[in-house]
C-alpha cells in the first residue's frame, strides 16, 4: 500500500523489510478486507544489536540535506539526526532509546524538531519536538 509518509521515494512505494512493516501491512489489508480501509501513514523503524551496541532508526534518512550530532559517539550513547529543508526525517540513536521514542513520535505526529537545537544534549529532545522547553527543564547528563 502506498504510505504518505514516505516521500523520498516517489508515489510512497518502498520495499522495507522488516516486522514493523509486515505488521502494518496485515493491518491496513485486514481493514481493508473488512470494508473499512484507512491510510497507510506509518513511520518506518528499525532496529539492531550488535555486541554491547543497540542500534534504532525512526524514518528514513535518504535525501537529507543536514545532519546534527547529538551527544559523543565516543560514550557509545549518541544520535544523529536528518534533517531536509529545515524539516527532521530521521534519526539513528546509538544507545538512545529516548532520543529514539521522541524522533519517532515527532515524526508520527508531524511535530517538528528544530535542528540548531537538537545538538543540546542538556534539553530532552522529546520537549524540544513538542515545543520550546524552559530553562528549569534544563537536565545535567553524566
Known amino acids: 500500500m502506498p504510505n504518505p509518509s514516505i516521500v523520498d521515494f516517489g508515489n510512497g512505494r518502498l520495499r522495507l523489510e522488516s516486522v514493523q512493516n ?3 501491512q496485515a493491518k491496513a489489508a485486514a481493514a481493508t478486507l473488512l470494508g473499512i480501509p484507512a491510510e497507510h501513514k506509518t513511520v518506518p523503524w ?3 544489536d550488535q555486541a554491547d551496541l543497540e542500534l534504532q532508526i525512526a524514518g528514513l ?4 540535506e543536514r545532519v546534527v550530532l547529538r551527544g559523543d559517539p ?5 544520535s544523529v539526526l536528518y534533517y ?7 534519526a539513528d540513536c546509538i544507545n538512545n532509546p529516548l532520543d529514539f521514542m521522541a524522533v519517532w513520535d515527532a515524526l508520527h505526529k508531524g511535530q517538528p524538531v528544530p535542528a540548531d537545537a537538537a545538538s543540546d544534549t542538556s534539553f530532552p529532545l522529546k ?4 515545543g ?9 547528563t553524566p
Not at 534518512?61 to 537529507?64: E, F, I, V, Y
Not at 520537549?127 to 513538542?130: G, S, Y
Not at 520550546?132 to 545535567?140: F, Q
Open 22 to 24: 509486515a505488521v502494518e
Open 46 to 48: 528499525f532496529w539492531s
Open 61 to 64: 534518512s535518504g535525501g537529507h
Open 74 to 78: 565516543g560514550s557509545e550513547k549518541f
Open 84 to 90: 531536509r529543508g529545515g524539516t527532521l526525517i530521521a
Open 127 to 130: 520537549k524540544l519536538a513538542t
Open 132 to 140: 520550546a522547553p524552559a530553562l528549569s527543564e534544563k537536565v545535567t
